[in-house]
């Protein structure tokens, strides 16, 4: 079912666009001052420019040149420019059919809109004809948009459970272990040799049978020294590959080889792991909520836009 939440999550994802919409629209690209402008598109009876396409994918244009060179560059130019150009396209579609609506903003609304990009660290300026207008014209989509599909999503239990089995995985606790370490840390930046030694003759103890406990106390640096270098649960993936590659296929009791690490070098102890285990769906179903009615959210915003395509008159003179 459709919940309030759904709804505050759906208008979120919206407003977190809006920043992004207003540098794209009406930020000036210097290349574009060079240009002899000329029509690009035709969305029923309105006109994209190409200095429009070129303020849409400035930004990027710039990434990507900083990064690529030569053909490579060329290629990826071409697909950029062509994705500004369809989301131009889309653009203006959505604002002529929210227009069709009678979709309106009030100048409050965009003062308050204004006001929250400030807080969040966006700088915009309310006397700015062009500022104002991108803050009006993305408020005016996300209402329209929000119109369409908010009331049309129905999610039921049978939709939670079917993407809970497709996305098991999503919803897995990696697996955990106990672990114990013995640290030895060089002294110098050429002591590494010493820690080596150090750590052989702690290695010798516990084949002859120390107490893995004893023997951290003994050698180790580590601040766990004293509680017999106890570290505690982590989870794999939490350690630094070389660890999670020299624990990997020990059992409980297991102790390591002599590993070199950035910390130092270490002899681990597996005290006990844990598989990974499933979140039961009890367990994540408001989550499981969130991400159906998300994921229906796209589907059906995706499906309006090519109503909206199919409908209209679009010729690219690109």
């Known amino acids: 079912m459709t919940t309030a939440s759904h709804r505050v999550c759906w208008e979120t994802r919206l407003l977190s666009a809006l920043t992004l919409f207003v540098f794209a629209s009406w930020s000036p690209h210097p290349a574009s001052a060079h240009l002899q402008d000329r029509i690009v598109a035709i969305v029923n009876s309105e006109l994209i420019m190409l200095s429009d396409v070129q303020r849409e994918f400035g930004a990027e244009q710039e990434r990507l040149s900083r990064t690529h060179r030569g053909t490579d560059l060329a290629q990826r130019l071409k697909t950029a420019e062509y994705m500004a150009l369809t989301k131009l396209i889309e653009r203006k579609l959505q604002l002529q059919e929210a227009k069709a609506k009678k979709v309106e903003v009030s100048d409050i609304e965009v003062k308050q809109a204004i006001e929250q990009m400030k807080r969040q660290g966006t700088s915009l300026n309310p006397t700015n004809p062009g500022d104002l207008q991108a803050v009006r014209d993305q408020l005016v989509l996300m209402r329209v948009a929000d119109q369409h599909i908010r009331g049309n999503i129905m999610v039921g239990d049978s939709e939670l459970k079917r993407y809970y089995q497709e996305h098991h995985d999503r919803f897995a606790l990696a697996e955990e272990y106990e672990l114990s370490q013995i640290l030895i840390r060089p002294r110098s930046s050429d002591g590494l040799a010493d820690a080596l030694t150090k750590a052989r003759r702690a290695m010798n103890d516990l084949k002859r049978g120390d107490k ?44 390591s080889d002599i590993i070199e690490s950035p910390e130092g070098v270490q002899i681990l102890r597996m005290d006990d792991r844990r598989p990974k285990r499933f979140r039961k769906y009890e367990e994540v179903r408001r989550e499981l909520q969130d991400l159906v009615y998300q994921q229906k959210s796209e589907d059906m915003f995706q499906a309006w836009l090519v109503q909206l395509k199919n409908k209209s008159y679009i010729e690219i003179k690109f």
């Open 212 to 255: 893995f406990e004893d023997v951290a106390r003994e050698y180790s640096d580590g601040d766990n020294a004293l509680q017999g270098g106890r570290l505690g649960v982590v989870r794999q993936g939490e350690l630094i590959p070389i660890i999670d590659q020299a624990i990997a296929r020990l059992v409980p009791g297991g102790i």
